[in-house]
């Protein structure tokens, strides 16, 4: 996984109301604004963005059910633009090594992606194909082996990865302490899967 985190800000939206029936009453809200202080992270700046403005639309479309409260109409909220300044990862190079952090049920790593980093589990539960990774363990052998990954990675707790990169210039002094961790991994994952071949479940 190559990309970054953003941090929002702020939220501003139009809102437009509608009775049961489908049509429009009221008049529309421009501009309405929400604080939000939240991490979005994507593989692209855009994807980071993206979820950011669907976390904002929601959160405009609470703020303005409690101000009608009473009032019988169904608010649409429409040109969500959010203020955000890049956290890491973005337009900054690559970096050989970040801290990354997910919700549960976020997605880490997808089926097919080709990475160049592994990640190192700091603090939360990951889940890959039923095997869990807790604090301490390690995955993403793709990247040490140049393959895409194999499998769909989600955080099963609130999660901080440290991620990597495998031209850390540092990595050939701490090799034997990856080999064994992803020696651990393996052994995580015979337990859970027995008869799976490492090689084509690469992370």
């Known amino acids: 996984m190559n990309g970054g985190m953003i ?28 604080p939000i ?17 669907r976390f904002a639309e929601g959160a405009l479309s609470q703020k303005v059910q ?35 952090a997910f919700e ?8 097919g992606d080709f990475g160049r980093e592994f990640f190192w589990v700091k603090d939360g539960l990951v889940e890959a194909d039923r095997v869990v990774y807790a604090p301490g363990t390690v995955f993403g052998r793709a990247a040490l082996n140049d393959c895409v990954r194999k499998s769909d990675v989600f955080a099963k707790t609130r999660v901080r990865l440290i991620a990597i990169d495998k031209d850390h210039p540092d990595l050939r002094n701490k090799r034997p302490v990856i080999v064994k961790k992803f020696y651990e991994e393996g052994r995580n994952i015979h ?13």
């Open 7 to 34: 941090i929002v800000e702020k939220a501003r939206g139009t809102v437009r109301f509608f009775s049961p029936d489908g049509r429009e009453v009221l008049t529309r809200m421009n501009g309405l604004e929400v």
């Open 37 to 53: 202080d939240k991490l979005f992270s994507g593989l692209t700046l855009e994807d980071a963005v993206a979820d950011a403005k």
């Open 66 to 100: 409690q101000k009608m409260r009473g009032v019988s109409c169904r608010p649409v909220v429409s040109d969500v633009a959010v203020r955000y300044r890049i956290k890491m990862g973005f337009g900054r190079g690559r970096a050989h090594q970040r801290e990354l």
């Open 104 to 111: 549960p049920g976020e997605q880490i790593v997808r089926k």
């Open 191 to 203: 337990r859970v899967r027995p008869h799976a071949h490492l090689d084509r479940i690469c992370i």
